[in-house]
């Protein structure tokens, strides 16, 4: 056999039979230590990170409204506890374009109590004390009562005038609205600027819209707040049932594998076939009603995603969706349905394992609470990071200035040679920087947080694939179920890997996390090239963005077979990437055809689950069933409860399904290792179960009776 030879040499020896092997080799010793080493140094250098930005960082930029003088409105402790809201001495500078750029108004900001409910100028305020004593409140306190009008104004220490406003976002903007089919303010469509001149109404339009340019994702963060909070027990309630369901499918695959994989793809086909028959009905419904044809592109980006669904477009853009989906499915189960059988035949001894290992059901809590633990570090790191730096002031003037948008120091503004050039110009907080060393290096602390988020990510994420393909490996090379196999298999897995092979699991996380910081700097670098009319950039980074996505799944697939290898062997990452690379190469046909079709099989049931407990999250949150419109919540956004219940579900199944796949890969390898081991004899019998034998046309010989 020549070509045999050839195509062995090519890619590998096979595994030649060993009487002594039991399965994963209990006698190790530590693998990749020269990377164990960086991984540690790495974690502790990601703590000191975290130690510095807490000590320099300050969150309460965030949360807090900041006046002009970089001072935090409402927050406790200070003297502004009580001064909540932001108020802006002239909203109409907001119109100014620069704000789009600097996110910043040109006019003195100051915190107060209360928003302004009247109108009022400066000049009929200073006649009266009683309306002067209400107008200080929205004056600076350098104010004194022995000042005229024209000091208090070219100073700059009181608003020329006020006009009725209303806190949102913890800002005070004017109060407008529509009255005869003209733009009001305090039911007035005219207004005195404070300087005897008479204004219109919509003259504070563009102030107020481009003062709220820098909050209008907040407004709506706030809405998905909200909506969050009148919802939360019951997402909590269809998360749950999504837990309960997925449990419910692994129980039934446990004992009717094969009924329940055709029962999964008919009821996937059904669910996918129901929701083009809803877009359809909702499409036709739509018709002839007024401005349900407008397309999407002419309707642009909305706030209110719910607009979105009352144009017949969207409804058209989902059923076609759906329509190839499912197309594809169907094709794709009209071509593999021979090999269907086989993947079932090895779902079936899948479940069997599971119920054999069946704490590896619950370890997915265990990689989930490491998960929210590294996910919740970086993000309180990023945080501090994000706002240690400190407050910068610059000059804002209304006439020209060569000064203007400068640094200065608002202490002592008032006697610099830019105040005297420039009488008109304030020194006003403009955004959060700083120029010392550690200022300088920030952006690297922060990329150092973004890589090393995910080269821990990774390694949890290695660590449960490591962890369940021992355990399920003890059980597949176990001569006499279960009892060759460990007490605790998950446990003794975890330990082993923990053990002797920290460092592997950081060099395979550490080849992945470099593909994927890659793959963000091109994301970072796509989105600044978006305006570049270079096409021959776009299309070279198009392909570079194409090339990583494939280069991360593909070491990916490597690292996922080359922990199992480690599992059972306990080799180095190199050795085991190989051998499980070889092996695989070996019987190419039975990877491309048998593994893929089970991973499809686990998708489709992921896709029921996620499918089933969508359904129901939409027709209870959007009040489109009479049984629930009193019990539903009323929300501004419907579609984000659904939305969370259908990730939250996706992300459940996932652990569930992931434990099933974990299953079906380390058995797939075991498999492969034991047809080239073994060859049915007396001596060398196959140890998989007697289901795959009879698929594969296998049998192990049993040895002639005795005479």
């Not at 290898?565 to 050795?575: D, L, R, S």
């Amino acid at each position: 056999m020549p070509e045999e030879g050839a195509y062995y040499g090519k890619h590998g020896e096979p595994r030649k039979y060993d009487a002594s092997f039991k399965g994963p080799i209990q006698n190790r010793g530590c693998t990749d230590i020269v990377c164990c080493i960086l991984f540690i140094l790495a974690i502790l250098g990601y703590v000191a990170v975290g130690i510095l930005a807490w000590s320099q960082g300050d969150p309460r930029k965030v949360i807090y409204p900041t006046d002009s003088r970089g001072q935090f409105c409402g927050q406790a402790g200070t003297p502004l506890e009580n001064k909540r809201l932001l108020f802006y001495f002239n909203i109409m500078k907001c119109a100014s374009p620069m704000v789009l750029l600097e996110f910043q108004c040109p006019t003195t900001q100051m915190c107060v109590e209360k928003c302004p409910d009247k109108f009022m100028t400066l000049i009929k305020a200073y006649s009266n004390k009683k309306d002067f004593d209400y107008y200080k409140n929205f004056c600076k306190e350098e104010l004194t009562s022995t000042m005229s009008v024209p000091e208090i104004l070219k100073a700059g220490l009181c608003p020329a005038m006020l006009t009725p406003s209303k806190p949102f976002t913890r800002r005070c903007f004017p109060a407008l609205g529509q009255k005869g089919g003209k733009i009001t303010v305090g039911n007035n469509s005219h207004f005195d600027d404070g300087s005897g001149t008479m204004r219109d109404a919509k003259d504070l339009i563009d102030g107020v819209k481009n003062a709220t340019v820098v909050i209008e994702a907040r407004q709506v963060v706030m809405k998905i707040f909200e909506d969050y909070t009148q919802s939360w027990y019951w997402i909590l309630i269809g998360l749950v049932i999504a837990m309960l369901t997925s449990l419910l499918f692994i129980v039934l695959l446990r004992f009717l594998a094969g009924i329940m994989v055709w029962v999964m793809i008919v009821m996937v086909i059904l669910v996918i076939g129901y929701g083009i028959f809803h877009c359809y009905m909702e499409y036709a419904t739509l018709k002839g009603e007024p401005g349900s044809n407008v397309t999407l592109q002419d309707l642009g980006f909305q706030t209110d995603f719910s607009v979105y669904l009352q144009i017949r477009q969207t409804w058209l853009a989902f059923m076609i969706i759906l329509a190839i989906v499912e197309v594809i499915i169907i094709l794709l189960l009209i071509f593999l349905r021979k090999r269907i059988l086989i993947a079932i035949a090895l779902i079936k001894e899948a479940s069997r394992a599971i119920g054999h290992v069946m704490s590896s059901l619950f370890y997915p809590l265990f990689t989930f609470f490491l998960l929210a633990m590294v996910i919740a570090y970086w993000a309180v790191t990023a945080v501090f990071l994000s706002t240690s730096n400190e407050p910068i002031y610059k000059v804002f003037n209304e006439t020209a200035c060569e000064h203007s948008r400068k640094t200065c120091d608002p202490a002592n503004f008032s006697t610099t040679q830019i105040k005297a050039e420039c009488p008109d110009t304030e020194c006003l907080f403009a955004f959060y920087g700083g120029e010392t060393v550690y200022h300088k290096y920030l952006i690297g602390l922060q990329f150092y947080n973004v890589f090393l988020f995910f080269w821990c990510a990774n390694f949890v994420t290695a660590l449960g694939q490591m962890t369940l393909a021992g355990a399920f490996a003890s059980y597949y090379w176990a001569f006499v179920k279960p009892d060759d196999m460990p007490a605790f298999p998950v446990f003794s897995s975890l330990g082993r890997s923990l053990r002797y092979h920290t460092g592997t699991l950081a060099f395979g996380s550490l080849i992945l996390s470099i593909v994927q910081i890659i793959r963000v700097l091109l994301e970072y670098l796509d989105h600044k090239l978006q305006g570049a009319q270079n096409k021959c950039t776009r299309f070279l980074l198009c392909c570079l963005k194409c090339c990583f996505w494939c280069l991360e799944k593909f070491i990916k697939f490597i690292n996922r077979n080359a922990y199992i290898m480690v599992a059972i062997y306990g080799k180095n990452f190199c050795t085991s990437a190989r051998d499980a690379f070889f092996l695989l190469m070996r019987n190419m046909i039975r990877v491309a055809v048998l593994d893929k079709v089970t991973d499809f099989l686990l998708f489709l049931g992921k896709l029921l689950i996620v499918g089933l407990v969508g359904i129901f999250a939409f027709f209870f949150f959007s009040g489109r069933v009479k049984a629930f419109e009193d019990t539903a919540p009323n929300l501004h956004y419907y579609w984000v409860p659904i939305l969370t219940v259908v990730v939250g579900s996706y992300l459940i199944a996932h652990g569930f399904f992931s434990v099933y796949a974990m299953c079906v890969d380390t058995l797939f390898l075991c498999f492969l290792e034991d047809l080239e081991r073994n060859d049915g004899s007396a001596e060398r019998p196959y140890l998989m179960p007697e289901s795959l034998r009879k698929v594969l046309n296998k049998r192990n010989k049993t040895p002639p009776a005795a005479e």
